[in-house]
């Protein structure tokens, strides 16, 4: 599977953004999908899931509440809406497929495909 993402940019704290990734090589809806990101000087962190049909998804702490996932499989595309962007949001936002939903609460070196990430920096 191949992920292109793109969206990332420059905002401002309390601002909305919406990041999208497109997927190719393989059947789209036989994969969960989801987002990590990775702030300079931290590790890489899990930030929100989809199950194969779009029924499900897991969110972690930080973001509910503001961000959501959703998902096109006649796109193969899969979105994430960041709305209330803080400064501590600003890292490079990777989309990821894995055929097993459960592999993305077995840390993301479980992860099997990576999109190339894109940068999203929140100003204060």
């Known amino acids: 599977v191949q992920l292109q993402a793109s969206g990332g940019c420059l905002v401002q704290a309390g601002d909305s953004l919406r990041l999208s990734c497109e997927a190719s090589?393989?059947?789209?809806?036989?994969?969960?999908m989801g987002w990590f990101r990775q702030a300079p000087g931290k590790e890489r962190e899990f930030v929100v899931v989809?199950?194969?049909?779009?029924?499900?998804?897991s969110t972690a702490d930080s973001v509910k509440g503001r961000f959501t996932i959703s998902r096109d499989n006649a796109k193969n595309t899969v979105y994430l809406q960041m709305n209330s962007l803080k400064p501590e949001d600003t890292a490079v936002y990777y989309c990821?497929?894995?055929?097993?939903?459960?592999?993305?609460?077995?840390?993301?070196?479980?992860?099997?495909?990576w999109g190339q990430g894109t940068l999203v920096t929140v100003s204060s």
């Open positions: 090589g393989r059947t789209f809806s036989n994969y969960a």
């Open positions: 989809i199950s194969y049909s779009g029924g499900t998804t």
């Open positions: 990821t497929a894995d055929p097993t939903y459960s592999a993305y609460f077995r840390g993301y070196e479980n992860i099997h495909y």
